[in-house]
């Protein structure tokens, strides 16, 4: 298995980049990790890496980068030789069973998109976000690939998102719901009315569940939340503020409240956080991609490179694109991949 990650790509790059990658390949034997950036900062990060290591860590270079806050399609425009544009190209030539990064997030999207490799009758790749729930874990998207989706790109969120869930999340019959601002079918706006109709006359009917509201997610109402890529973004972003809040709050109150058992208190809150912390999941996969690119939280460290890796190594071996197509395929909602 050969992965091309974006040594260049995060708040912190390349130093926990880099660490990370040494800690996936010393983690999986069968692991190669191709590092694509600026060899005069990431070699040297590499200085105390084992040798044994080092034989599946290969530095490809390429002399530019794209910031956190650069406008994606400018800077797509006026870096070609940028870390993001060379793992993607590493993807579509197939040096590489899949792309990791941590790095600005409409560049990597964008970069899929300029190069249009979809997967047969795909229309718009959308961003998947594991989120815990109290029946086990769901997937949120699309999270930030597709701001201004049609009906039928949700539709296709729903198909795509319900065999994650199926094949990653070991739901044996997921259930897909749309988000909204009620439950009832005639609530929202036209897109979420027409998105709404299409899952009713489709072949996933029986496990479409109807609209659900942002409060359900965390109930495990739906194993699969369809959403836009503005709301799905917000979404997720007030999810892990507020897990940070409870988290502190709670940490704070109850360990002020006691005295001997303060200790299995702080561990086990220890814990949970941890369990729950994104960096646990290491990234979020861009499904509808010919290939498995997975984009990793911009403060990403070590231990988020580190599973990022693992979990593209894993999609990339699940057979989940060839699902994806398969499904698609059979749909007669799926219509062509050409149009937009």
Not at 29 to 37: K, M
Request: aromatic share 4%; hydrophobic share 40%.
């Amino acid at each position: 298995m050969q992965i091309a990650l974006d040594a260049m790509g995060g708040d912190f790059a390349p130093g926990p980049i880099v660490t990370g990658a040494v800690q996936a390949v010393q983690a999986d034997p069968g692991l190669r990790v191709i590092l694509v950036g600026d060899k005069s900062q990431v070699e040297p990060c590499l200085a105390n890496a084992p040798e044994d290591l080092r034989q599946r860590l290969e530095l490809f270079h390429c002399a530019q980068s794209i910031g956190m806050e650069e406008s994606p399609v400018v800077a797509l425009r006026k870096k070609p030789d940028n870390s993001i544009s060379r793992c993607w190209q590493l993807l579509a030539e197939k040096k590489v069973d899949a792309i990791v990064s941590a790095g600005n997030t409409g560049a990597m999207v964008a970069g899929g998109l300029r190069l249009r490799r979809f997967l047969k009758n795909v229309r718009r790749p959308g961003i998947a976000a594991v989120m815990p729930t109290l029946n086990g874990a769901c997937v949120v998207l699309d999270v930030g690939a597709n701001v201004n989706p049609k009906s039928v790109h949700l539709y296709q969120y729903g198909v795509m998102g319900s065999i994650f869930a199926k094949h990653i999340l070991q739901k044996p019959k997921p259930t897909i719901g749309l988000m909204n601002i009620g439950s009832e079918e005639a609530k929202g706006h036209d897109l979420a009315r027409e998105t709404h109709a299409l899952f009713n006359a489709s072949d996933f009917k029986d496990r479409f569940i109807g609209n659900i509201e942002g409060r359900d997610i965390h109930r495990g109402a739906a194993d699969v939340v369809v959403t836009d890529g503005f709301v799905g973004n917000v979404v997720l972003k007030v999810c892990e503020g507020v897990f940070e809040f409870a988290m502190k709050t709670v940490s704070k109150e109850l360990l002020s409240a006691l005295s001997t058992e303060r200790g299995l208190a702080h561990q086990t809150l220890t814990g949970l956080a941890e369990r729950y912390d994104y960096s646990s999941h290491g990234g979020a996969p861009l499904l509808g991609i010919d290939g498995i690119c997975i984009i990793c939280h911009g403060s990403s460290g070590e231990r988020a490179i580190k599973n990022a890796l693992a979990v593209a190594a894993r999609y990339a071996g699940s057979g989940l694109n060839q699902l994806i197509v398969q499904e698609l395929e059979a749909s007669p909602m799926a219509g062509n991949g050409d149009e937009e």
